[in-house]
């Protein structure tokens, strides 16, 4: 069994339009990530979520909405896209609120945007 | 400026060698730092933690070393394997807690 799992693995699409990444993690943790890894391989945190509240919200443009339904997912919703969005996004999980120990991390959603 | 800096260059070695990947942070307090691998086209693995107080940890052939006087810490990874080729990245958690850091990682290569 995964357990953080994104889809999909590949994303392409044309500028403007709006996607969205999905991320389900069957740990049981209560705080989920967003990361983007730029062309540079710097990973980046977005957003953290613990027990479906935001509470980490990187000076990220509002063009990016992540919503979590429950404690074990998180999606991110991506309107009117931009070439500098092409990254990976990488989703990650963890244990233990404010000190998370070690993250789990998906496989990643590679998005390049034309 | 907050700073997590790696060699940016990859690292080469010999088959059997120890590889030394080194970390340094500036302006920040961490409570504990982390070191991951990501392979290629994978997300980042968890491999070991070192708090604050703690001068060195150990798991099978890793070694992490934390110096908060040097603001920097050292992974080894002794009688390397090429299966050891990977990238390394280092991690902290910042004094407040929720963000973990990570830096831009070191390309290590181990010849058979």
């Known amino acids: 069994d995964t357990a953080v799992s994104q889809t999909p693995k590949y994303l392409v699409t044309q500028m403007g339009n709006d996607k969205s990444i999905k991320c389900e993690q069957n740990?049981?943790?209560?705080?989920m990530y967003w990361y983007k890894q730029d062309s540079k391989k710097f990973l980046k945190i977005m957003f953290s979520?613990?027990?479906?509240?935001?509470?980490i919200n990187e000076t990220v443009p509002n063009r990016f909405s992540p919503k979590s339904p429950d404690k074990a997912h998180l999606n991110l919703h991506i309107n009117s896209l931009e070439l500098g969005d092409s990254a990976v996004y990488f989703c990650a999980s963890s244990q233990g609120g404010v000190y998370a120990e070690k993250l789990f991390f998906g496989s990643g959603t590679q998005l390049s945007v034309l | 400026s907050q700073k997590i800096e790696q060699n940016s260059e990859a690292l080469n070695i010999q088959e059997g060698k120890t590889a030394t990947l080194t970390c340094n942070y500036t302006?920040?307090?961490?409570?504990?730092l982390q070191w991951y691998r990501q392979d290629p086209g994978r997300g980042p693995v968890f491999l070991l933690l070192?708090?604050?107080?703690?001068k060195e940890k150990r798991k099978e052939r890793l070694k992490v070393t934390f110096d908060t006087t040097l603001k920097q810490s050292l992974f080894h990874i002794t009688a390397s394997q090429p299966a050891d080729s990977a990238t390394y990245l280092c991690?902290?958690?910042?004094?407040?807690?929720?963000?973990?850091?990570f830096g831009a990682g070191t390309r290590l290569f181990v010849k058979a």
């Open positions: 302006n920040y307090s961490p409570a504990y």
């Open positions: 740990l049981g943790h209560d705080t």
């Open positions: 991690a902290l958690l910042n004094t407040g807690g929720f963000k973990t850091i």
């Open positions: 979520y613990n027990n479906k509240e935001l509470i």
């Open positions: 070192i708090r604050e107080n703690e």
